[in-house]
C-alpha cells in the first residue's frame, strides 16, 4: 500500500490536482489503457474489457483535496488565504502548509494566547495568515504569487494496521481505482479520477461525457468519528475497522437499490464485513452518475477517521476489504454482462 | 490488619482548620509518647519524629490541618459573617454545622435565593442563635476559627467523614511508625505531621527546610473519577493507593516514581498512577525548598473531597500503610536521586 | 543552525527533561566547564574566575507539552496539559507519546460535515480533547503508561534566516548559553561566569525557584517573548527582527540594563526595550529576590506564535543575544555598577 501513502503526499488541492494525475498515470504505466485529461484536468482511464468491448463499468474517484488558495500578500510578507473546501477554521492556527508549484514551506500565524481575549473563540480564516520567511512583499513575491494554491503539510506514514496521511480524502478512492485497473476484466473498465470534488463535486460533471458504463460506484474516503463523543446518541457515521462502508442516502443522492442489494449480496456471500453510512452529510459524485448517465450507481467508501484536516488515518483491512468488495461486485456485474451479451 | 476505626473517628472529628491545629496535634503528639517517641513540635505547630539514625534523609508528610472557616463580622441581628479558610468546596455548604473553636455551634445558609451568588461567601451567613450582636459577640468572637462537623461513619467497604483530607494521611503515618517501630532503619526517616496544607503550605515548606532531607514524601487524598463524568481520571477508590505522577504543584522525580512503582509491583501491592488536572500538596511545597528536594506523594483517592462527606476504600488506606512501610525501609531509596 | 536543529529535536516537556538534558551536559563538558547537577535537574555550569564576583546566567531547558492522564478501554488517550496551552492551536495536532516506544496520535476533531457552523465557533478546553492513536486499549497498553510525556512532532524547519518549531521557547536561550560557553572557552574572565539550565519554568517557575549551587551577584535571565504578529496586542509585541528585547521593570536592575544599552550602541549591536510589569512573567521571579536581592538583568527573543507546535525565531536575533551576553561578561568582569 506505499502508493496510497504517496498518493496522499502528491500535491492536490482542488484545481490543482496534476500531480495526483502524474502519480496515478505512473502507477498504471505498465498495463494497457486509454487515457485521457479533459479541460478541467480529470483523469479518464479506459480499460477495454477482453471479452465484451461495448458494456461496463464507471468507477470514480476524486484525485483533489481540502486546500488553500493564496488571495494576498500582505506588506509584511505574509500571505492571506481562502479555503479550498470545508476546513474547520479550528484546526488552522499553528499549522504547516505547502504553497505553489515550488512547494514553499508555510507557516499559519497563530496570535499567543497570552495576548488574546477570547480565547475559547476560533479564529476566522480572513484573520489568519501564513508566514513564508519573507520580511516584505517584494521578497513574498520572489516565493509566490496571488492564486497559488496550498495544501496542509504533512508526510503519510504506515502505522501497524493503520495509514496516516493528510488527504485520504479521496487518494484512498484513486489508489482503490488504480488496483482495480490493474486486474484482468472481460469488461469495459473506466475510471475516472475526477477533480474539484470538494469544491461542489464539479470535477465529474465533464469528465462524465467521456465516459460509459452500465454501473457506476463512486469510491471515496468518508467520515469515521467513531471515538468517544460529546453526546453518544449523534452519529459516528462509520465506524473504522468494520469493512466498507456503504451510502444508502447522502446529502445529494439515494444509491441505487437494486445495486445496494447487489453489493450487500457480494459482502455476505464473500465474508466481506460492511457497514451502512449513518449520516446524511456531504455530496458524492453518485449523483452525478445517477443523473447525467442515468445508470444504478452507489457510493462505498473507507471509513477515515478525521477528513478534512491535517492529519488522519485508516484501517489497511478496511481498504483490503473495500477493493474485495468493489471487486467481487463488479465480477458479479462482469458475470451477468457476459450472460446478457454473449462472447464466449 | 483491620483498619482501626477508633484511631480514625477520633483524627477526623478532631476540630483542626489551617492555623488551629493543636487538638489534631495533642493526638498525634499524645501517642506517640505513650508509644515511647520522642516526638517534638515546632514554633508552627508542626510535630515530628525520626526513626533510625543513619543513612539517607526523608522526609514524610501528612498534613493535619482541614478546611474551615474564620468569622469576620457580625451583623446586628447577631448573624455571622466567614470567610474560607483553604478550598472551601460551597455548593455543599447549604445547612452545614460549624463547629468553632470554642465548641458553639452554628448552621450556615444564604442571605440570597439568586442562584448565581447565593453559595458566594458574601451571601453565606453561620446562624449561631445569638439574640444580637452582643450576645454572638459573647460567644462566637470575630477571628474565631470554624469547621464543617459530621461524625463518622462506617459504611463497610468505604468510611464517610469530614476531614480524610488529611487525617487519613495522619492515620497511615501512625499506622506505618507502628509498622516500623522494630524494624532495623537503614535511612533516617522523619514522619512529619504538618500545619496549613490547606491554606499556604507554609508547615511542610518550614519542616523541609530544617530537615533537609534527601528525599520527600506527602500522603494525601487526591480525586477519584467515579463521580463525574469527563473528569477523565485515571483514579477510582478501591484499586489501591495512588502513586502521584503529576498535580498542579508538582512533577514527581522521575527516579522515585519508578522506584514507587517498581517496589509496589516487586511487593505485589496494588496501587494506582495519579496525573491530577488540579490541586497540590505539601509535596510541591517541600520540591520548591533549598536546591530543590526530589519529593513524590502517595495518595489515598476520595469522593467528595472538601465537603463534610469525604469518602474512602479501608483497602487503599491499608494498601498505603503496606506501600510506605516496605519502601522506608528500602535503603536504595535515598541513594536514587 | 543545525546545532540548534539537533537540540529543538530533543525532547525537554517540564518535568521529563532529559533527553536535552544529557545533549546540554555534554556541550557544557565539552566547553570546559565544571558542572553542578542538582538532584532535581538544574544544571550549573561554571567558569571559574580570579574574583568572588559571580555573573550567573539563567534559561530554562523544559518546553510545554502534555502528559497521559488515561486510557479509557476504547483506546482514546486522555491527557493532561503540561504549561500553559493555548487551545485553539490543539485540534487536529499530531502529537507523540513518548512511551516505551514512540507512539504517533493526531487530536481529533469532528468531521466538519457532522458539526454545526455554531460549534465550529468555540473551541473545546483541552481538558475534553482526545488523543487518537489508532491503537486499541490492550495494544496501547502494552506501550504507553498514565504520566507519559507528550510532545508535539519534531517538524523543525528553517526558512532562510528563520528557524520554526515546538519548544523554541526557550531551548532558544538555552542554545545561547551553550554558544556562550564556547566563548568563555577561550575569554579571559576574572569574574567568575556560571550558566544555568533550569527545570519546570513552564509549570510555575520552579527550577529558578530552587537555590542554585553558588552564590552569585548578578542574575542574567534570558527567555522567549512574543514578536509583534496579527492578531497580538503590539502593546506586548517586538518586531521579529530588530534585535533582542532589554527588560524594564520591577524584577530588573535599571541602572546595569542601562550599561548593557550603552555598550551595545557602541557596539552597534541591535536590541529593543521591553516592559515588564509582572514579577511572575519569567525565571527572574526566582533570582531577584534570592539569597538576600541580587541585580538582575533580562534578554528576550522575540518569536511568532509562543506556545504553539510552530514557534518561530529569526536566528540573527539569537546570535544578538549571545553578542549581549559577551557585552554584559565584559562590561561587569570586574565587578557591579556601584
Given at each position: ?31 494497457s ?15 477495454e474489457?477482453k ?72 479564529i ?75 469544491v ?27 471515538i ?20 444508502v ?45 442515468n445508470i ?21 483491512e ?19 454482462m ?7 | ?37 520522642k ?91 445569638a ?39 495522619v ?76 498535580d ?90 | ?18 533527553d ?42 523544559d ?6 492522564q ?49 460549534e ?25 503508561n ?24 526557550n ?78 521593570g ?18 552597534k ?14 525565571n ?38 549571545i ?12 565587578g557591579?555598577?556601584?
Amino acid at each position: 500500500m506505499k502508493f496510497a501513502l504517496e498518493l496522499s503526499d502528491g500535491f492536490g488541492p482542488s484545481s490543482g490536482e496534476k500531480n495526483i494525475a502524474e502519480l496515478i498515470k505512473k502507477e498504471l504505466s505498465s498495463i494497457s489503457i486509454d487515457l485521457k485529461r479533459d479541460e478541467l484536468g480529470s483523469l479518464i482511464v479506459f480499460k477495454e474489457g477482453k471479452n465484451i468491448k461495448n458494456h461496463g463499468i464507471i468507477l470514480s474517484a476524486h484525485m483533489d483535496e481540502v486546500g488553500f488558495i493564496i488571495s494576498k500578500i500582505n506588506d509584511d510578507g505574509t500571505l492571506s488565504f481562502r479555503k479550498l473546501g470545508g476546513i474547520d477554521n479550528r484546526l488552522l492556527p499553528a499549522k504547516r502548509v505547502i504553497i505553489g508549484e515550488n512547494r514553499i514551506k508555510g507557516t499559519i500565524m497563530s496570535p499567543p494566547i497570552h495576548l488574546s481575549k477570547k480565547s475559547e473563540m476560533a479564529i476566522d480564516t480572513e484573520q489568519l495568515t501564513i508566514f513564508i520567511g519573507a520580511k516584505d512583499k517584494k521578497q513574498a513575491l520572489e516565493k509566490v504569487e496571488i492564486g497559488d494554491l496550498a495544501t496542509f503539510d504533512q508526510i503519510a506514514f504506515e502505522k501497524q494496521d493503520t495509514l496516516w496521511g493528510k488527504a485520504f480524502d479521496d487518494r484512498i478512492g484513486c489508489y482503490i481505482l488504480t488496483q482495480i485497473l490493474k486486474m484482468d476484466w472481460d469488461i469495459n473498465i473506466t475510471g475516472i479520477f475526477s477533480v474539484q470534488e470538494e469544491v461542489g463535486v464539479r470535477g465529474i460533471q465533464s469528465a462524465l461525457e467521456y465516459a460509459s458504463g452500465e454501473f457506476g460506484f463512486a469510491i471515496e474516503g468518508t467520515t469515521a468519528y467513531d471515538i468517544e463523543r460529546d453526546f453518544p446518541e449523534e452519529s459516528p457515521s462509520t465506524f473504522i475497522g468494520k469493512g466498507p462502508a456503504i451510502t444508502v442516502v447522502d446529502r445529494m443522492s439515494i444509491g441505487t437499490n437494486s445495486l445496494k442489494k447487489i453489493v450487500e449480496g457480494v459482502a455476505k456471500g464473500n465474508n466481506i464485513p460492511y457497514q451502512f453510512k449513518k449520516t446524511v452529510s456531504g455530496g458524492t459524485e453518485t449523483f452525478y452518475l445517477l443523473n447525467q448517465k442515468n445508470i444504478p450507481a452507489i457510493c462505498i467508501s473507507v471509513p477515515v477517521r478525521y477528513i478534512h484536516a491535517p492529519l488522519g488515518f485508516c484501517k489497511k483491512e478496511d481498504i483490503i476489504n473495500t477493493i474485495k468488495l468493489v471487486k467481487g461486485t463488479a465480477k458479479l456485474l462482469e458475470f451477468q454482462m457476459k450472460k446478457l451479451y454473449g462472447g464466449k | 490488619m483491620a483498619i482501626d476505626l477508633k484511631l480514625l473517628k477520633k483524627l477526623t472529628e478532631t476540630f483542626g482548620p489551617s492555623g488551629r491545629e493543636d487538638e489534631v496535634g495533642k493526638i498525634i503528639l499524645d501517642r506517640l509518647t505513650k508509644k515511647g517517641f520522642k516526638p517534638s513540635k515546632d514554633v508552627h505547630g508542626n510535630i515530628k519524629i525520626t526513626l533510625g539514625n543513619s543513612g539517607n534523609k526523608i522526609l514524610i508528610t501528612a498534613h493535619m490541618d482541614e478546611i474551615g472557616i474564620v468569622v469576620n463580622y457580625i451583623d446586628e441581628k447577631g448573624f455571622l459573617k466567614i470567610s474560607p479558610i483553604g478550598g472551601v468546596y460551597n455548593e455543599a455548604l447549604f445547612g452545614s454545622r460549624i463547629l468553632f473553636a470554642n465548641g458553639k455551634w452554628g448552621a450556615i445558609f444564604s442571605q440570597t435565593t439568586n442562584p448565581k451568588i447565593k453559595t458566594d461567601f458574601n451571601s453565606l451567613f453561620v446562624d449561631i442563635g445569638a439574640k444580637n450582636k452582643e450576645d454572638a459577640q459573647k460567644q462566637v468572637p470575630i477571628g474565631t476559627f470554624g469547621v464543617f462537623h459530621r461524625e463518622m461513619v462506617n459504611l463497610g467497604d468505604n468510611i464517610m467523614a469530614k476531614a480524610l483530607d488529611d487525617r487519613v494521611g495522619v492515620y497511615i503515618l501512625l499506622k506505618t511508625i507502628d509498622n516500623l517501630k522494630s524494624k532495623k532503619m537503614t535511612n533516617r526517616v522523619t514522619f512529619g505531621f504538618t500545619v496549613q496544607e490547606e491554606f499556604s503550605t507554609l508547615g511542610a515548606r518550614a519542616l523541609a527546610h530544617s530537615i533537609d532531607p534527601k528525599v520527600a514524601i506527602a500522603v494525601d487524598v487526591t480525586a477519584s473519577d467515579d463521580i463525574r463524568e469527563k473528569l477523565y481520571l485515571n483514579m477510582t477508590l478501591g484499586n489501591g493507593p495512588t502513586i502521584k505522577i503529576m498535580d498542579s504543584s508538582l512533577i514527581s522525580h522521575p527516579k522515585l516514581k519508578n522506584f514507587f512503582i517498581d517496589t509496589a509491583k516487586k511487593e505485589k501491592i496494588k496501587h494506582q498512577l495519579e496525573v491530577l488536572p488540579f490541586g497540590g500538596t505539601d509535596a510541591g511545597a517541600m520540591s520548591l525548598v533549598k536546591n530543590g528536594i526530589p519529593a513524590i506523594g502517595v495518595s489515598i483517592p476520595a469522593r467528595y473531597v472538601h465537603t463534610p462527606s469525604e469518602m474512602v476504600n479501608k483497602k487503599d488506606i491499608e494498601g498505603a500503610i503496606n506501600l510506605l512501610t516496605t519502601v522506608l525501609t528500602k535503603k536504595d531509596i535515598g541513594d536514587l536521586v | 543552525m543545525d546545532y540548534l536543529k539537533s537540540l529543538l529535536e530533543k525532547a525537554s516537556i517540564s518535568g521529563y527533561e532529559e533527553d536535552l538534558k544529557t545533549f546540554i551536559v555534554e556541550k557544557f563538558k565539552s566547553s570546559g566547564l565544571q558542572l553542578h547537577i542538582s538532584p532535581m535537574g538544574n544544571i550549573l555550569a561554571v567558569k571559574q574566575g580570579t574574583s568572588p564576583y559571580t555573573i550567573l546566567f539563567d534559561a530554562h531547558y523544559d518546553q510545554i507539552g502534555f502528559v497521559v492522564q488515561k486510557i479509557s478501554p476504547n483506546g482514546i488517550v486522555h491527557l493532561k496539559s503540561v504549561g500553559g496551552h493555548d487551545p485553539r492551536v490543539i485540534l487536529g495536532t499530531k502529537l507523540i507519546i513518548l512511551g516505551k516506544e514512540e507512539v504517533t496520535g493526531v487530536i481529533a476533531t469532528i468531521p466538519p460535515h457532522l458539526s454545526s457552523p455554531d460549534e465550529r465557533k468555540k473551541v473545546p478546553k483541552i481538558a475534553q480533547m482526545f488523543l487518537d492513536t489508532g491503537l486499541n486499549y490492550e495494544q496501547l497498553t502494552e506501550l504507553v503508561n498514565i504520566g507519559d510525556p507528550v510532545i508535539f512532532d519534531r517538524k523543525i524547519e528553517i526558512i532562510d534566516d528563520y528557524i520554526i518549531g515546538p519548544g523554541i521557547d526557550n531551548r532558544g536561550g538555552v542554545y545561547t548559553l551553550l554558544k556562550l560557553a564556547k566563548w568563555l572557552k577561550v575569554y579571559d574572565n576574572t569574574a567568575t561566569i556560571a550558566l544555568r539550565v533550569t527545570i519546570q519554568e513552564e509549570v510555575g517557575i520552579r527550577g529558578a525557584q530552587m537555590l542554585p549551587a553558588l552564590p552569585f551577584d548578578l542574575a542574567v535571565v534570558v527567555d522567549a517573548t512574543f514578536a509583534k504578529q496579527p492578531l497580538a496586542n503590539d502593546n506586548y509585541t517586538f518586531d521579529i527582527d530588530k534585535g533582542p528585547t532589554i527588560m524594564y521593570g520591577p524584577n530588573y536592575s535599571r541602572e546595569y540594563s542601562r550599561r548593557v544599552e550603552e555598550k551595545a550602541k557602541l557596539k552597534k549591536v541591535k536590541f529593543q526595550r521591553e516592559v515588564e510589569e509582572s514579577v511572575r512573567g519569567t525565571n527572574a521571579y526566582g533570582y531577584r529576590t534570592m539569597s538576600g536581592g541580587k541585580a538582575l538583568i533580562g534578554i528576550s527573543y522575540p518569536i511568532y506564535n509562543m506556545h504553539t507546535p510552530s514557534e518561530i525565531v529569526k536566528y540573527e536575533t539569537l546570535k544578538e543575544t549571545i553578542e549581549l551576553f559577551k557585552i554584559i561578561v565584559m562590561e561587569f568582569n570586574q565587578g557591579s555598577v556601584q
